[in-house]
């Protein structure tokens, strides 16, 4: 079955149209309707076509899977690309540091309250991958990074206040590859990593 996909320049038809549920998304993953080849992900109620990648942004995702992952403490791993589930998106960001194992989530993708980072590598969607902060603050997503390959620099997205369709985050830092970067699990000392090594 075609799956009809919203492009973030359409208008939208004078008709009505449905937003989809998570667990309309899901069944018809499920049920084949969707497969990894729709290369599409669930923003806000919309199957949204994803971009397309470059070796530049592959090679990134590599570096920082690579780097953070080793710097991670037992109880936590990287999911690289996969589906994190909140109440209106089945977003499925380059990466995400979740707790647990693999085998905790063999029936069910994690939610929010598993995971302390999401991570978007970003260099022709450096607009869309920012607009994605609002999903992800309302979600309760304590920390949001955006590798940003154009300028060379993270944007890190902090505090999160949810309000709605006004959900952001309270704290952004734009920083440079000479600045370090934490990320703080909870019950966990505070990871430190420099910048510069989260490029390629």
């Not at 009505?16 to 990894?36: C, I, M, N, Q, T």
């Not at 999401?118 to 902060?133: L, N």
């Not at 992800?136 to 505090?159: C, P, Q």
Request: glycine share 6%; net charge neutral; aromatic share 8%.
């Amino acid at each position: 079955m075609p799956v009809a996909l919203i492009d973030a320049d359409a208008v939208l038809p004078p008709y009505p149209v449905h937003r989809w549920s998570v667990a309309d998304y899901l069944r018809l993953a499920k049920l084949g309707f969707l497969g990894e080849d729709d290369q599409i992900e669930l923003l806000e109620g919309w199957p949204v076509k994803k971009m397309t990648k470059n070796p530049l942004h592959d090679g990134t995702v590599d570096q920082i899977n690579l780097w953070l992952g080793s710097r991670l403490p037992a109880g936590w791993y990287i999911r690289v690309q996969n589906v994190v589930v909140t109440a209106d998106s089945a977003p499925e960001p380059d990466l995400a540091v979740v707790r647990g194992l693999p085998k905790d989530y063999r029936s069910q993708h994690p939610t929010p309250p598993d995971v302390a980072l999401i991570v978007e590598v970003a260099d022709t969607s450096v607009a869309k991958d920012r607009q994605k902060r609002h999903l992800y603050a309302r979600a309760g997503i304590a920390t949001y990074w955006l590798v940003n390959l154009l300028d060379r620099h993270l944007e890190v997205f902090s505090s999160p206040k949810s309000d709605g369709a006004e959900a952001d985050y309270e704290t952004r830092q734009v920083l440079g590859t000479r600045h370090k970067v934490g990320l703080k699990l909870p019950g966990r000392r505070e990871i430190k990593l420099t910048v510069a090594d989260l490029f390629v």
